[in-house]
Nanobody, 120 residues
């Protein structure tokens, strides 16, 4: 079982940056695929970025088209941490951002979310 706690959200002006952090507790963190999701007001939840475990110490990243080139997902397995660096933020990035973890097909573990608000 994994418990996730996000931090780092806040209010930022358009064009600014934020770094979200996700602290994970539990065993074998390195073997979990980690993802960042977001839910904007009135919209469905969407995956923003994924850091997919391929076995051993191999991971590959994936990004939603709307954030490619602006957001970067990373992890520090020694610290059980996952990060989302968000640059060139836009008002449409405003949402609650969630960290999630999975070992199989679906994301089974979720954090409580952190609010990101981008003002124009």
């Amino acid at each position: 079982q994994v418990q996730l706690v996000e931090s780092g959200g806040g209010l930022v002006q358009a064009g600014g940056s934020l770094r979200l952090s996700c602290a994970a507790s539990g065993r074998s963190f390195e073997s979990y695929t980690m993802g960042w999701f977001r839910r904007a007001p009135g919209k469905e939840r969407e995956i923003v970025a994924g850091l997919n475990w391929s076995g051993g110490s191999v991971y590959y990243t994936s990004y939603a088209d709307s954030v490619k080139g602006r957001f970067t997902i990373s992890r520090d397995n020694a610290k059980n941490m996952v990060y989302l660096q968000m640059n060139s933020l836009k008002p449409e990035d405003t949402a609650v951002y969630y960290c999630a973890a999975k070992r199989d097909a679906s994301y089974d573990y979720w954090g409580q979310g952190t609010q990101v608000t981008v003002s124009s």
